[in-house]
């Protein structure tokens, strides 16, 4: 295999944009970066030590693993579980490979071969490479491109391209470029003698653009386009998928015509991904501004507060209608929550726009966060906005697609930290960290982070090296006034981008120190009217924190009647040996309805009710959205009631 | 075959407990009373002359009859559609048949009998009937039981009896009698020597208990017991259906520990229904608990105020949370109305407690009536209480079990407004009529009913028979005060009932005229604190009547911003010339957001909200839910939003 001369700086890196034409930001390699923070470094070890080794052990007892090794001749019996099981184990590789970045851990590396022997001796002859469609199965191998096939594989490229650029190791690479070589030669454009071809989950498509930038094939950027171009004319599937309509996968419109996010949530934003990434490459006016319109789209009248998406269970996923936001059928899929972050990462690699790093930060400290358990032993499917205690996190799932995704994002967390461009760095996110960028000249700029974010926006940067070099730190959208910027105590000159980025150009020494301070009030965010939940609600954030309040906290009353008024307030405090150590909120609310007054009816009419006699005032304590139903079960709610 | 000694008036009856031991109320038969009012007759009109004809056409078009004479051996071919399209072929057949009665319509006539023809020649020699079971698939019948065979088989015992009871004529309840025999035969108590069998979607129960009240045939009773008696182990399937707990199908608790609704909406309803069949003729005080539990669970946590039952699409049912009624993603299927009118008739006539005739009123009139367009021509499967106006009625579905239902119950429709007792008539609907009402001892009592309802709550009832005798009126649960009630124009003496019905007991002479003056005030209802999406909004109803606000009647603001203050009021005012005629509610209301205030943001922080400076008033028309969608397409809203 022929691999792109990949300079040592680009190893690590998790979307590696260092010589995409199209791109404004190179991307930083995980390596890079060295968490030295108390919110994340703790999750991250969380992850290595707990995380990975249960889905380990959850996919070898589900007999995940047990399909690779049945494919390979070595176990008799038969496929165990869904079509799509190989994608779990794909994902659990990729995150296990991406942690090994600095971390010398014997029994992860060991994880790694161990996955990496059995994936490798599952390759059929040809290059093939999917447990399900074997022996008895595979004379329908491709008759269906909604079974995952193409999914499936574009998660063994990432793993592999992962496990290469964390170990140098090329072993499973190997294996992938022959299965994507399988792909490239049978599937095309049909005027070239190839077989039409699809992905009914998107997936692939970003993983092939990968794949072109680790080992310089451009076939694979091709196979990208084209996977990406030959969708919205109905020919994904033959049959219908269960009761959904071509929407599902996103075969209704060709891709530039997109204007909504639209189907199967994971699917939509996934595809935006690759799409995003062959945006990076090639000059595609028509690919961006159809990217444009789904993500304004998205941001106005498809999102939840805490960044989730897909509103309907039924397609785990978006119905034909904006602003259908409910709170406690929300489907908001951990995965769609982790795509999205994955979708702006590549958008923000193509603009150095801090709208985009707004929404993966929203992702990260809300509604991914909440996809695992405090102890990291359970997961959400599901991320509910509302709850009367009956959604729990589970170990593992029949479809198991979301801890995978979980434990991704926080391998490769580091990674997302940083950009740089020829003339200095980008700070993206914050958090304490000591970091080692390297510039397209190979010049090398160190600096540390020193904050307490997210629970205080006062961030310190301190350089580590001297010289001419720019400095851009991303002002957050959550931040609407009184943020002030200092560089050694003193007032700086600076630009204000029109991406929203702090840029402070200056011959800089060492230890010189950058103070930035974000003020964090209390905000009681509300909806636009068409979200019919939430008419008269508010819910809290402070900075990127989304807050709810939880029954555990509230013995004495119901949390659903609480009611706030306008000179309600809530004042933030720092509780150490709570949820692990969380800024809650405290405040008040009136009480005026009680379960009694209702006298077990569900309707009534309003001149019958007798209310406002037995007002009385509680205390309420709100909690990091993230950290709900990590203790007894009770009801749960974002959206307050206001009077 | 022998028939059980009907009486003459008993021919006609929908449920017939007129010798059922443990039931209060005698039912009255259909041909017992002509509707003679602007408001139900066109419908029925409608229903015999635009919906049966059209139903067979699409029957026939969809291949639903041709699988019959494919099974007879008339027809090539494979079989068209879903392994339960029997069932839609049944419930056409059934709402024809009951729609001969006091009709002399040679085309009805003729569509029965072709049918009854095709069904009668697919049944097997051994009695089964299930066209989708036929040859390639003979050898999997009974295989498993939650593809609809009993189901299947509980319609077509439905369709004979009611043929029967219609016509008189024996040809389908004789194959009918049949397969119920075969099913008999095979499936019951294993220490009988029988096969463990089940019903994966209730509905032979209350088939099996209406056969038996035909027939005399105890076995059919002993068999519904037995289904019914018999779920709750898990056992209804091997198999998992779909991603669906056992719940779903009700098989997760035995019958008497059930205390909620749970599940597929409409299987839980028929199962209820056929549980209280059930209680009629034996003495089962643990299945009336039940069935009382549920009907509170389901009155008081688990209903919609249009009548409306299941919030999931997901499972067409409920999930595990109590107060989960969303809006706009209402499953709220036609069919599960249909179910609840038909569970709380037969609750009616165990008891003769009003609140069961109230539900029923309330289906009708709303969740019922919005299933079907005002020309006849659509049917709704989903009945939303929010939309932005891309819920519209189809012709016909995939799954076309709603048109069917809706047809079966306007064609039976006068059977539900009168009951017996040995001392007089109870009067449970209201609509101009007369009726001529046999008593258990073959005296008949005549009289005639004049109202304007359901636009007036005035209603005059005139005797046509003189005699001692009650009259039983019911008060409807939604007066709450200012009822009044004369003879002749005089005070009168009378008992309220604890089941809320007006007993007036005298020497009636012929021509008495009772006056029953029920206000009818525009009410502004709420919802309890727990049902999350209608915080701070009211919905209103008059009468019977839940009213709805549509964009169409309001080109200039969009119907989502409205927003009513305690001294908004609303007039009735009878409009003839729109949607049929109907009563619509003229009031106004305050505009403070616009679209563009929000600048295409949806969340943001109250303070930087600026509103109340652009507020103006607006004219508001509210019209009758059922009557939505029946003009051009846009937003509706049940549930307004209060200042």
Known sequence: MSLSDQNNSSQSVIVDTSRSPYTRLHPAP????????????????????IMLPAQYGLCERTGRIANFRRAAGQLEGDFQGQYFNDSDVYKLLEAAAWALVGEDSVELKALVDRLIDVIAAAQEPDGYLNTFFTFERASQRWTNFDLHEMYCAGHLIQAAVAHYRSTGETRLLHVATRFADHICARFGPEEQGKQFGNDGHPEIEMALVELYRTTGQRKYLAQAQYLVANRGYGRVSDRPFGRFPTSYHQDHLPFHSLTRLEGHAVRAVYLNCGATDIAAERDEPELRIALDTMWDSMTSRQMYIHGGLGPRHQNEGFGPSDYELPNARAHAETCASVANAMWNWRLLLLTGQARYADVMELELYNSILSGVSLDGKGYFYQNPLSDDGHHRRQE?????????????????????????????????????????????????????????YPWSGEISVETKTAGL??????????????????????????????????????????????????????????????VVENHKRVALMRGPVLYCVEGVDHPDTDVRLFEFSESD???????????????????????????????ERLYRSQESAAHANSARRAAVTAIPYYAWANREPGPMLVWLRTV
């Open 30 to 49: 995980i390596k890079a970066v060295v968490l030295e923070d108390t919110f994340w470094r703790h999750r991250r070890q969380l992850n290595r030590e």
């Open 396 to 452: 593992w799932f029949g479809t198991a697609c979301c801890p995978g995704n979980v434990s991704r994002l926080l391998s490769e967390l580091p990674g997302y930290f940083y950009s740089t461009t020829d003339t200095g760095v980008w700070i993206h996110l914050y958090a304490s960290n000591s970091a080692a960028l390297t510039l397209p000249d190979n010049s090398t700029i160190e600096l540390t982070q020193r904050t307490n």
């Open 469 to 530: 070099y720019d400095l851009y730190l991303r002002l957050p959208g959550w931040c609407k006034a009184g943020w002030t910027v200092t560089v050694n105590q003193e007032a700086v000159g600076y630009e204000l981008t029109d991406g929203n980025y702090l840029r402070i150009r200056r011959e800089w020494r060492a230890h010189d120190v950058v103070q930035l301070n974000l003020p964090m009030p209390v905000e009681r965010m509300e909806s636009h009217p068409f």
């Open 569 to 599: 307030t809530f004042e933030p405090e720092y509780v150490s040996d709570m949820l692990n150590g969380v800024v809650v909120l405290r405040g008040t609310a009136q009480v005026r309805a009680t379960e009694a007054d209702w006298e």
